[in-house]
């Protein structure tokens, strides 16, 4: 029976306790990869009340080196307490620590993690990103690499970050940077490690659940998301469940250029592998369903909140390759199978 795995990714921190976490609030943007029209940076603030780009559009472009400048407002004009990040009064950065951007989400009141740096550098005088905006050199406050960045797109945007007005003694208040606290850090570091997960190839197998009715609800709750993700997108009444008619997907969402099928698996946990049955991978790699065939899988499907569940969308590009938004490719493990019987 064929697999489906995440392919690439890895955990950077295997430590039994989490790291320090920074938390900066930056205009949204789709993208972050630069002064694009097509994707200006929203926020609420004057300077972006007046422009439409902030310096947080380069927060994940790289470096020639490989390096990730990271922009927090304002800028130079005021430093970061480093401090309360384990430094001394005489160190001028502190390593090692977690990134986490956050944006309030446009035309609603909820700021969103957007994205995070890992084992990342902390400066407390920002630092001369030798870029230009608007005819003024812009800075960066903290930096790391292109494998320890993380930028989420838009439909895996879902953990909220409330305010101090919203959960008191536990949310962030009017400064753009904000040092956290223990309750919500923890969480956040669980979902962050979330995106980690790398099976070995070859050799794990899906977890598999004994409970029927604790599989059905994470079907349920699975194909729920799905849903919920296309309607937002293409409106109410754009479905169709086909669940029960056994032809290799679930659901037919109807687009405005073209029908698309969904196949919709629902995980328990973090790790990012399921198996199709063999009609679901033979309906997959028809020809002429092919193109339009979407892996829809959502892990912590049964998360409540402020734990939520986090969907990974295959989109097929050629040949046997499906991948998400974000550039994570299905890896396709073929397997095969008798049954055995007597008399």
Known sequence: MPSAAKHGGGRENNAKTRPRIIYFNIGWMIHYAGLDDADPTLGGHGFLRENRHGAEAYNFVPTKSGALLGYRPPGSRDQTNINRLGATPQDAFVDDILVVWMAREPGTSRTLIVGWYQNARIYREAQNSNRMLNGEIEYYTAETTVKHGKLLPPEERTFEIRSSSQSPGEGFGRSPTWYGA????????????SFGAKPAKG?????????PELRRKV??????????????????????????????????????????????????????????????????????HRPNYIVYIVNNA??????????????HIKGRIWRTADGRELVIAERTGARLSCG
């Open 302 to 315: 049964l998360a409540e909140r402020p734990a939520v569940p986090v969907a990974s969308i295959f989109e």
């Open 182 to 193: 223990d309750p919500v850090d923890d969480r956040v570091w669980r979902y962050v490690q």
């Open 219 to 288: 079907e349920k709750n699975a194909v729920k998301h799905a849903i919920a993700h296309y309607e937002g997108r293409y409106g109410k009444g754009c479905w169709k469940t086909v669940e029960e008619d056994r032809v290799g997907w679930d659901l037919e969402i109807f687009a405005p250029d073209r029908s698309l099928l969904v196949e919709v698996k629902g995980l328990m946990g973090p790790d990012l592998i399921c198996e199709l049955t063999p009609n679901e991978y033979e309906k997959m790699m028809f020809a002429k």
């Open 203 to 211: 050799t794990k197998k899906p977890p598999r659940n004994n409970n």
